[in-house]
């Protein structure tokens, strides 16, 4: 089972950074899928980027070269690190879990969610 709770959003300039953090205070199994999803206001929930127990980092398009996800193993935290930041970027960033060594491209095959951390990047 995994508790997923997220932080670190807020309002920044475009061109600006920030780092979100999602805690998980339960269990991480031995295979796992940790991911951060976003979701813009009349847009589909889409994925930003995921991290795999096998060691395998993926990254949307609209990601690549700017974010960065990774994990402190010892205190069970997924980061996302995000530059230059745009407009764009502006959603509700969501952490999920799911326990398999096969990573799901599916949003709805993740069985734990946090309750989302608002970034907004506006001028």
């Known amino acids: 089972q995994a508790r997923l709770v997220e932080s670190g959003g807020g309002s920044v300039q475009p061109g600006g950074s920030l780092t979100l953090s999602c805690v998980n205070s339960?269990?991480?199994?031995?295979?796992?899928?940790m991911a951060w999803f976003r979701q813009a206001p009349g847009k589909e929930r889409e994925a930003v980027a995921r991290?795999?127990?096998?060691?395998?980092?993926k990254y949307a398009d609209s990601a690549k070269g700017r974010f960065t996800i990774s994990l402190d193993d010892a205190n069970n935290t997924l980061y996302l690190q995000m530059n230059t930041l745009k407009p764009e970027d502006t959603a509700m960033y969501y952490c999920?879990?799911?326990?398999?060594?096969?990573?799901?491209?599916?949003?709805?095959?993740?069985?734990?969610w946090g309750q989302g951390t608002q970034v907004t990047v506006s001028s």
């Open positions: 999920a879990y799911h326990a398999d060594i096969v990573c799901p491209e599916e949003s709805s095959i993740y069985d734990y």
């Open positions: 991290l795999e127990s096998v060691g395998r980092l």
């Open positions: 339960e269990y991480r199994h031995k295979w796992y899928c």
